[in-house]
C-alpha cells in the first residue's frame, strides 16, 4: 500500500502497476497554493536580500513558478539556489541556472552534508516548503546563520476519507509505503489501529532515518530504509523486501 500525494505521473506507482504486487494506493494529501499569505507576499517581496533560497519538494517549486506567474515576477539571479531532491532541482532549473542539489542523498540531512552549506556564516536564508516538515534543515543552519525563514508556499492536509480507508487496509498489507512524517504520524500507533493485529508482518518501507525512527515509535516492527525515493532505490528495497 503506497500513501501519498496525487501526481500526474508516477513512476512508482508505473513500476508496482507493471510488477506482480497487489497495489492499494491513496492520494492521501492534498495539496493547495498559500498565496494570500501574508508571510508569502513579504517573502517575495523581500527575496532579493537573501544569499540562499532551497525548495524542499516538486510541489514547492511548482507553486512558486505559479506565484511568480500570476504576479509577474521572475527570481532574482543573485540568489543560490538549492533543491533536496533531483525531480525539484530539474524543475527549478526552467527559470534559474546552476541549482545545487545532494548527489546520492536525497534529503534534508544529504542537503546539509554539501560544502556550500557549511559556509553559510551571516547569511540569510529562505525555505520554500508546503507548511510544516524541514525543521532539521532550518535548526541545523540557523546554527551558522544569520537568518532561516520559511515560505509556506503551500498548505498540506490528509484527506480523512483515505486515512480511514488507509487504516483498515493496513491489516491486509504486507508492505506498507509512506513518505512523509505528517501522513506516518496521522496514521497513529499501530495499537491504536488494532491492538489484536500482529503487526510484525507488516514492513514499512520509508526513504530516511527520520521516518523510520518515527516508524519505530508508533510501534512499526520491520522497517526497510530505502537509500532515496527515487524509482530505482525503491525499486531495490522491494526486491530485498521480498527476496
Known sequence: MVLKSRRGEDDLLEYLRDSSAILTYFPIIETESNFCSKAVTSAFNNLDKYKLAIFVSPNAVKFTFEYLDNMKLTLPLEVSYFAVGKVSAKLLCERVDNVIYPQTN?????????????????????????????????????????????????QRKINKSYLAQARQKMKDVDCLVVFSAQVLSSLGNLNAICSKQDWSKLTLLVSSRRLAKIGEELGYKSIKVANTSLVESMELAFSEIFR
Open 106 to 154: 536525497f534529503s534534508s540531512e544529504g542537503l546539509l552534508e554539501l560544502p556550500q552549506l557549511k559556509k553559510v556564516s551571516g547569511d540569510r536564508i529562505l525555505i520554500f516548503r508546503g507548511g510544516q516538515g524541514s525543521e532539521i534543515l532550518r535548526d541545523s543552519l540557523l546554527l551558522k546563520a544569520k537568518s532561516v525563514d520559511y515560505c509556506d508556499i503551500y
